[in-house]
DNA sequence: TCTTGAAGCTCTAGGGACTAGAGGGAATAT
DNA sequence: ATATTCCCTCTAGTCCCTAGAGCTTCAAGA
């Protein structure tokens, strides 16, 4: 059995937020002390672990909720719910890469070599959205 | 002069998220009418565009609240920001990259094809973190 | 056995960047 | 005059934690 601090250790993931995660029912302590603190088994450790996965992947506790409630032999479900976070971050990649444009085409054309008392051309891109190549 | 669902048009920012700005205290509104509306002139339009696009690249407010008060002859801290932001950008760029390749490595191992009964490896995939390139 | 210090407990509040809703008043077009 | 659309303030909710106050319990050494 492992206290809240052992299970903080083994997993990286700090003590308020496991009791955090209890709090929003993802996991739960299997037995308390006489003294009241949570004493955490195996089973505990493996389904933070779990959980840690999934937020490190970028899930979001709802759907690791779904994840770790899941009948673990509907494929189907597992691959569905993988699949949709894949399209999810290659947006993410994707909208990131224009922004990374975007700012190169700002920074380099600010050299800072103006002559003084110009409006630095970083502050002006800013402003000056029609440059820009999104679309809003 | 603008009512704030005017401004709201034309920056597609959300009536509720100019206020929020105002707040916050990002932008003001010139004036006021008899019966208490707000009424924006061409410089709050200018200001909120300039805000909308920080945001669109990923600025937080602060950040954003510095460049707006900044000295618009000041090329060395309004490059240095952006170069900062550059840096902060492609960092997140790299990273959803490692999550996107794991996710694939999951997604395809687990093809759905098993036999019956079998743990779906997608599943076996998010609770063992140790195939896992990612260092922690 | 006693004592100390680390680790645990609960509860509350804050953060960032909004978003939504209630319950009203103001502006405008007919 | 009225109907409709807009606007006002205020509060609370979202997501995923993080931090602090004030107190109790545990484990190890003397």
Do not use: W
Not at 18 to 25: S, T
Not at 123 to 130: C, E, I, Q, V
């Amino acid at each position: 059995m492992f206290s809240i601090g052992e299970l903080s250790r083994r997993t990286g993931v700090k003590v308020p937020t496991i009791r955090y995660y209890e709090q929003m029912g993802l996991i739960a302590a299997e037995a308390r002390t006489a003294g009241n603190q949570r004493r955490f088994s195996k089973q505990g450790l493996e389904r933070l672990h779990f959980i840690r996965h999934g937020r490190d992947l970028g899930l979001p506790l709802e759907t690791i909720r779904v994840l770790a409630g899941m009948d673990p032999t509907d494929h189907a479900e597992g691959h569905r719910i993988a699949n949709a976070h894949l399209a999810d971050i290659r947006d993410r990649i994707a909208r990131l890469m224009r922004l990374e444009a975007e700012l190169v085409r700002i920074s380099t054309r600010c050299s800072g070599g103006t002559a003084d008392g110009d409006t630095c051309s970083v502050l002006a891109a800013f402003g000056d959205h029609d440059q820009c190549d999104e679309d809003h």
